[in-house]
């Protein structure tokens, strides 16, 4: 970082290059870039510093851009390699680099606490942000999804030593970080269409611990399949005493609360009580705190944070809670089978007996066709189904492949499939006590206007 003096962001306006842009800003760079559509974040960055075109004209690059002696350019995959300015940048010799490679960069210059796994690195690495966040270390937090404490997916501390960084294994973006410590949560197969096989994806994680640096740790789950390198020193953490270094025992659950207590190395934190009391987030409050504790976190700090944790917006996020035993809404961003099925576990677990709803929009045609089977057995756990088309984000459809394809696995007898134009229509013939919209594409549009038709009964 400290090579370049401007760095030039294509691709502007996403949540995670605003992230970066603002650290960009805090250590003094001059920061520009370019985006299609000005938003509400891209004016928020504007009045920070950062001068933003919106055109894509070579003529708006600014002058402190133009030496390729000091300047970085970092740009989202999600922009065309025919932009012109990014065409321009490349064809005049200048460093070129995706958002994850400045994120390396980052890891170099700081001490990493990087989460990784197929699931729960989003919830896991917040939950430590904010514990670290509410201590003295303090951290420079790159989350990736919006705290709800924060309003943000950022947070700044010009002063501290620490980053916490949510490690993307999609398109191999974690190799290039460079944790002090890393976590991984879970390694089942995901992303296929970029990895083809279970062991090249278990060998992508395997290469991300080693890169750990040196005097750093990994902390993995009990029971993965991944085979660290050599030399790494290893802790695990697990829900229970079992195998966990790391673990949680004394377990209480009752009226909407969830207390524990965390057991580490030589000792045990007392009555620790989730703010957000979902099953799923006991271990992944034991993952985030094990990391805190390693780089010395008191137990004190530790139990309040978690106490005030809201999570990020979209992981079981409550919309609706009615009292006396009303409506309830919930949303969560679960896409894989397994956390669509700790999702729909979770709320049975929050509300036996009543009847459970789950509108569920898959992602991505690959995912649906690689897991169909398992979606459908998650989804067997639901009283009812409403399956809305494929969100195909960056993919093509893929002949053959269609929520349809679920529906003879799914065994509840109550199930259809919907358009997302047909998807509030649809949900008034049904009189639900507890609604869970799950996926990880816009269903949770939908949500103010559920909230409204539920209120309206």
């Not at 000005?38 to 708006?60: Q, R």
């Not at 989460?115 to 989350?143: D, E, R, V, W, Y």
């Not at 987030?281 to 985030?288: C, G, K, T």
Request: net charge negative.
């Amino acid at each position: 970082m400290k090579e370049y003096k401007s760095i030039y962001f294509v691709g502007a306006g996403g949540i995670g290059m605003a992230a970066l842009e603002r650290y960009c800003l805090s250590k003094g760079k001059n920061v520009a870039g370019y985006d299609r559509t000005p938003t509400a974040l891209t004016e928020a960055l504007e009045k920070e510093g950062v001068n933003i075109s919106f055109s894509d004209d070579v003529a708006t690059i600014p002058d402190f851009c133009r030496d390729k002696q000091d300047t970085l350019v970092v740009y989202t995959p999600a922009i065309p390699d025919t932009n012109v300015i990014l065409s321009y940048f490349r064809d005049n010799g200048f460093e070129v680099v995706k958002r994850a490679r400045l994120l390396g960069l980052v890891t170099r210059d700081s001490r990493g606490l990087c989460f990784s796994g197929t699931h729960g690195k989003t919830t896991t690495s917040s939950m430590a942000a904010h514990i670290m966040h509410q201590s003295p270390l303090g951290c420079n937090a790159f989350l990736g999804g919006v705290l709800r404490n924060y309003d943000s997916n950022f947070i700044l501390d010009t002063h501290s030593q620490y980053s916490v960084i949510e490690a993307d294994e999609f398109d191999r973006s974690f190799h290039h970080l460079s944790p002090y410590i890393a976590v991984v949560t879970a390694t089942d197969p995901d992303h296929l269409d970029i990895y083809g096989t279970e062991e090249a994806y278990l060998e992508s994680f395997a290469h991300f611990t080693s890169l750990i640096k040196e005097g750093g740790c990994l902390i993995c789950h009990t029971g993965l399949k991944l085979k660290p390198r050599p030399g790494k020193g290893v802790t695990t953490y697990y829900y229970s005493r079992d195998n966990g270094d790391f673990h949680a025992e004394n377990v209480r659950k009752g009226d909407g609360e969830i207390v524990f207590d965390f057991v580490y190395p030589g000792g045990v934190l007392r009555d620790v009580s989730l703010g957000v009391p979902v099953d799923i987030n006991i271990e992944n409050a034991v993952a985030a705190m094990a990391v805190c504790h390693l780089v010395g976190v008191d137990g004190d700090t530790m139990r309040s944070a978690i106490g005030s944790f809201l999570g990020p917006k979209r992981r079981f996020e409550f919309w609706l809670k009615e009292p006396n035993g009303g409506k309830v809404i919930i949303d969560d961003y679960a896409h894989h089978p397994d956390e669509l099925k700790a999702s729909i576990s979770s709320v049975r677990d929050l509300y036996p007996g009543r009847r459970l709803t789950v509108a569920f929009q898959p992602h991505l045609y690959s995912r649906t066709r690689d897991f169909a089977p398992q979606f459908s057995e998650a989804l067997s756990l639901a009283d009812e189904v409403i399956l809305l088309d494929i969100y195909p984000a960056r993919e093509l459809p893929i002949p053959g492949v269609s929520s349809e394809m679920l529906l003879p696995g799914i065994k509840c007898t109550n199930k259809i499939t919907c358009s997302k134009n047909n998807f509030i229509n649809t949900l008034k013939n049904y009189n639900f006590e507890v609604l869970l919209t799950v996926g990880a594409g816009d269903i949770c549009n939908f949500l103010p206007e559920i909230c409204q038709l539920a209120k309206q009964r």
